[in-house]
């Protein structure tokens, strides 16, 4: 299938260096690298030398480098040496092209749309989905008439999968709440048991949460000693016996933390265990013992500025819940995806003062720390994605897996169509490729990984536009079989 590409964005990074955008399209499939020009250059001298290229190349430039002019001339001079190159047989097919396109390593994989029976959900987008026994659970969302629902479904995972509505005691308590917002409520599977935080308030940002215990199925409101839970939640995720529910930014509440017992920061600190892999500096984790007391202290200073991000931890085993200020760099973003694996969420994409970002952040919920990533290479600026965690072989392969959601393409918002990774230990990005056709591209989707054993992600809902900008709600289930070696 005919490689196309084309250059005309650019970013300068620390006002430091240009990175020129590549955007690349094989039949349906689109998506784009980054590369500054010392890299495009390093590629000319390695075709000129080793295939006799005679391919023209501007030159270097040590000063002025970053005027606007010069940018502009160099991105004219880039299009026309790389579709020089794609005119070129001998050397569009060499190793050093597709390198340089990172064109290899792409993960695969087959869709398999799974067809329904039974009580099929309405239509919805931002449902909450987890698995329990081997089932796919659903819990509310936004129907096409923008009602906010509080139903529940689970769909079982054999070869003749059916649907079927759970009858929650007390469920209807629930809907007679006023109304929460899609940023706002977030829920997350624990002990048998799911929790939904709702904001029901949005004046107080009032968070309530509710509790199904899938022993006795009955459903009831949880009321927490401590802190109250009095910011927009975004994300939450089950570490060491603790629900841990990350703020966005809005007003904060007075924090009762200053006097937490040694004991107890120790406590908190131990519970860390980190991932073995590319996260952590080795030299680092030499020193981790000494230092990780003094860490968890500072990041447990309170706080009242409205524009830091809090964590409310919740201690199942007490039923308490304590406010914490979350160090590390601020995230400033919304709309971003969230995936939990252990130790770690992985924050990606978002808008910040609505421009899309491709920013990846971790965060170590032991610590309650923000981190940057730095991959070393990049992939969309995304916004209104969803992405899942991949893990093979004990943690050997670990893959965060990004999909749908929007993009910006040729000086237009529109869906995204690819599905890619992030390779956690190798820190680079990779395509996703699929063997066969697969669903339509959709935002406000939710994605799981079906099981820990499985190579398989799930993906339910969402909402498809059309060429025509109009907006098709769904309801369909699509398999994703990685084929991993």
């Given at each position: 299938?005919?490689?196309?590409?084309?250059?005309?964005?650019?970013?300068?990074?620390?006002?430091?260096?240009?990175?020129?955008?590549?955007?690349?399209?094989?039949?349906?499939?689109?998506?784009?690298?980054?590369?500054?020009?010392?890299?495009?250059?390093?590629?000319?001298?390695?075709?000129?030398?080793?295939?006799?290229?005679?391919?023209?190349?501007?030159?270097?430039?040590?000063?002025?480098?970053?005027?606007?002019?010069?940018?502009?001339?160099?991105?004219?001079?880039?299009?026309?040496?790389?579709?020089?190159?794609?005119?070129?047989?001998?050397?569009?097919?060499?190793?050093?092209?597709?390198?340089?396109?990172?064109?290899?390593?792409?993960?695969?994989?087959?869709?398999?749309?799974?067809?329904?029976?039974?009580?099929?959900?309405?239509?919805?987008?931002?449902?909450?989905?987890?698995?329990?026994?081997?089932?796919?659970?659903?819990?509310?969302?936004?129907?096409?008439?923008?009602?906010?629902?509080?139903?529940?479904?689970?769909?079982?995972?054999?070869?003749?999968?059916?649907?079927?509505?759970?009858?929650?005691?007390?469920?209807?308590?629930?809907?007679?709440?006023?109304?929460?917002?899609?940023?706002?409520?977030?829920?997350?599977?624990?002990?048998?048991?799911?929790?939904?935080?709702?904001?029901?308030?949005?004046?107080?940002?009032?968070?309530?949460?509710?509790?199904?215990?899938?022993?006795?199925?009955?459903?009831?409101?949880?009321?927490?000693?401590?802190?109250?839970?009095?910011?927009?939640?975004?994300?939450?995720?089950?570490?060491?016996?603790?629900?841990?529910?990350?703020?966005?930014?809005?007003?904060?509440?007075?924090?009762?933390?200053?006097?937490?017992?040694?004991?107890?920061?120790?406590?908190?600190?131990?519970?860390?265990?980190?991932?073995?892999?590319?996260?952590?500096?080795?030299?680092?984790?030499?020193?981790?013992?000494?230092?990780?007391?003094?860490?968890?202290?500072?990041?447990?200073?309170?706080?009242?500025?409205?524009?830091?991000?809090?964590?409310?931890?919740?201690?199942?085993?007490?039923?308490?819940?304590?406010?914490?200020?979350?160090?590390?760099?601020?995230?400033?973003?919304?709309?971003?995806?969230?995936?939990?694996?252990?130790?770690?969420?992985?924050?990606?994409?978002?808008?910040?003062?609505?421009?899309?970002?491709?920013?990846?952040?971790?965060?170590?919920?032991?610590?309650?720390?923000?981190?940057?990533?730095?991959?070393?290479?990049?992939?969309?600026?995304?916004?209104?994605?969803?992405s899942a965690i991949l893990a093979k072989g004990m943690g050997r392969s670990i893959f965060l897996i990004i999909s749908g959601g929007y993009a910006e393409k040729n000086n237009q918002t529109q869906l995204d169509q690819l599905m890619f990774c992030f390779d956690i230990h190798q820190m680079k990005?990779?395509?996703?490729?699929?063997?066969?056709?697969?669903?339509?591209?959709?935002?406000?989707?939710?994605?799981?990984?079906?099981?820990?054993?499985?190579?398989?992600?799930?993906?339910?809902?969402?909402?498809?536009?059309?060429?025509?900008?109009?907006?098709?709600?769904?309801?369909?289930?699509?398999?994703?079989?990685?084929?991993?070696?």
């Open positions: 299938m005919e490689l196309n590409l084309d250059i005309s964005h650019y970013r300068t990074i620390d006002k430091s260096y240009t990175e020129y955008k590549i955007d690349l399209k094989r039949g349906s499939e689109t998506w784009c690298v980054w590369k500054r020009f010392s890299q495009f250059h390093s590629l000319s001298k390695v075709l000129k030398k080793k295939y006799q290229s005679k391919l023209p190349m501007p030159k270097k430039k040590r000063v002025g480098k970053l005027k606007e002019q010069v940018i502009l001339s160099r991105v004219s001079s880039l299009n026309k040496f790389m579709k020089a190159i794609l005119k070129n047989e001998k050397l569009k097919g060499t190793d050093e092209f597709g390198e340089f396109l990172e064109l290899g390593k792409p993960l695969q994989g087959t869709w398999r749309e799974r067809i329904c029976t039974g009580e099929v959900p309405t239509p919805r987008v931002y449902p909450q989905t987890f698995i329990h026994n081997r089932h796919l659970y659903v819990f509310g969302g936004q129907d096409p008439e923008q009602n906010w629902l509080t139903d529940m479904y689970t769909l079982s995972m054999d070869e003749q999968p059916t649907w079927e509505r759970v009858a929650i005691e007390g469920m209807e308590e629930v809907g007679e709440q006023k109304a929460h917002t899609i940023f706002s409520s977030v829920g997350v599977y624990a002990k048998k048991c799911f929790y939904y935080f709702g904001c029901y308030d949005e004046i107080e940002h009032e968070t309530k949460t509710w509790k199904i215990d899938f022993a006795n199925g009955k459903g009831q409101w949880c009321s927490w000693e401590g802190n109250k839970i009095s910011k927009r939640i975004v994300s939450a995720a089950f570490h060491n016996e603790k629900i841990i529910l990350i703020s966005s930014f809005g007003p904060g509440s007075q924090n009762n933390n200053d006097n937490e017992s040694e004991e107890e920061i120790q406590s908190r600190t131990n519970s860390l265990s980190l991932v073995r892999g590319s996260l952590e500096n080795k030299n680092k984790s030499q020193n981790q013992n000494q230092n990780q007391s003094s860490i968890s202290r500072n990041s447990i200073n309170t706080t009242n500025n409205p524009d830091q991000i809090n964590a409310f931890v919740i201690d199942l085993s007490t039923e308490k819940c304590k406010q914490y200020s979350i160090r590390g760099s601020l995230l400033t973003r919304n709309l971003c995806s969230f995936a939990s694996l252990n130790e770690y969420m992985y924050i990606f994409g978002g808008e910040e003062n609505e421009e899309f970002s491709d920013n990846l952040d971790v965060l170590k919920l032991g610590l309650l720390e923000f981190e940057n990533i730095n991959p070393k290479n990049y992939f969309e600026e995304l916004s209104r994605h969803s990005y990779y395509r996703v490729l699929a063997n066969e056709e697969g669903p339509l591209i959709r935002f406000g989707h939710s994605i799981i990984n079906s099981s820990n054993k499985d190579d398989k992600i799930l993906i339910f809902g969402g909402i498809h536009m059309n060429n025509e900008k109009k907006f098709t709600y769904l309801n369909d289930v699509w398999e994703f079989t990685f084929h991993i070696k």
